[in-house]
């Protein structure tokens, strides 16, 4: 994969932003590719936020701490809502490297973006036991987003968030390794799929480009990118959903 060759695919088919542009990645999975295309996109595109919704890692060891450090300075502000592979290691690694780390629920600005979320209370070690979806359901209702001034849902899983408040018009979250944009309620949820490839280090590179209006944090634009070797496609969604544009792609 030629990264800077995609990165520059990638932003001639979003075009010029309509509104604070982000960039949201998740499940990277500790895949090279994946981490170097983000830095590309920062350095090619006018980005004003990567939001990250967690499982940068595998188990969140020393081994990856390393990694981190060599593949996650990105030049663009970051917001990392940790997934059930990150572990404190991970979140202290993101910290030190610049990333404000959703650590615990709580809402940040960060480059003028409001953004909301907590980390995933799933902890994947190896021969532990498996994800669990009712332990983040029961997490769920008992931590609520906030009511109030508008701001953006970061989370790994959808099923952390019980419900999404009324002033909320997004919510970004991964876990899932297929791409989905759907809408609840006024809110659009996006899950780009996973950067780190549908199966481990196999698969596309998958992320998704979000304009948005500020300060109502709504979407002007949505672009899911998938990027397969040398063909690199980049979608358009309609923010009334429903509406999907041609799409670019190239090889």
């Known amino acids: 994969m030629n990264v800077v060759r995609a990165a520059r695919l990638v932003a001639e088919a979003c075009g010029p932003p309509r509104g604070a542009r982000l960039l949201h990645v998740t499940d990277l999975h500790n895949r090279p590719p994946a981490f170097r295309l983000v830095s590309a ?21 020393p081994v990856e701490w390393a990694m981190l450090g060599a593949l996650a300075r990105w030049d663009t502000p970051v917001v990392f809502a940790p997934g059930n592979h990150d572990s404190e290691l991970t979140q202290r690694r993101m910290h030190g490297l610049g990333a404000e780390v959703l650590s615990a629920p709580r809402l940040v600005t960060v480059a003028g973006v409001r953004v909301w979320g907590y980390p995933d209370p799933n902890r994947t070690v190896l021969f532990g036991d498996g994800y669990s979806p009712e332990l983040a359901r029961e997490v769920a209702a008992k931590v609520r987003p906030p009511a109030g001034d508008p701001y953006v849902i970061a989370v790994h899983s959808d099923r952390m968030v019980a419900a999404v408040p009324p002033s909320v018009r997004l919510m970004l979250c991964g876990h899932l390794h297929d791409p989905e944009v759907r809408l609840a309620g006024d809110a659009v949820i ?25 300060p109502a944090h709504a979407p002007l634009g949505i672009w899911l990118v998938e990027i397969d070797g040398s063909r690199c496609s980049v979608d358009e969604v309609g923010v009334r959903l429903g509406e999907r544009g041609e799409g670019q792609e190239q090889g």
């Open 190 to 214: 996006v899950r780009p799929g996973a950067a780190g490839g549908t199966n481990p280090w196999s698969g596309p590179v998958r992320a998704a480009v979000v304009d948005l209006d500020l």
């Open 41 to 61: 996109l920062c350095r090619t595109m006018a980005l004003r936020l990567v939001v990250t919704t967690g499982d940068l890692s595998g188990l969140g060891g």
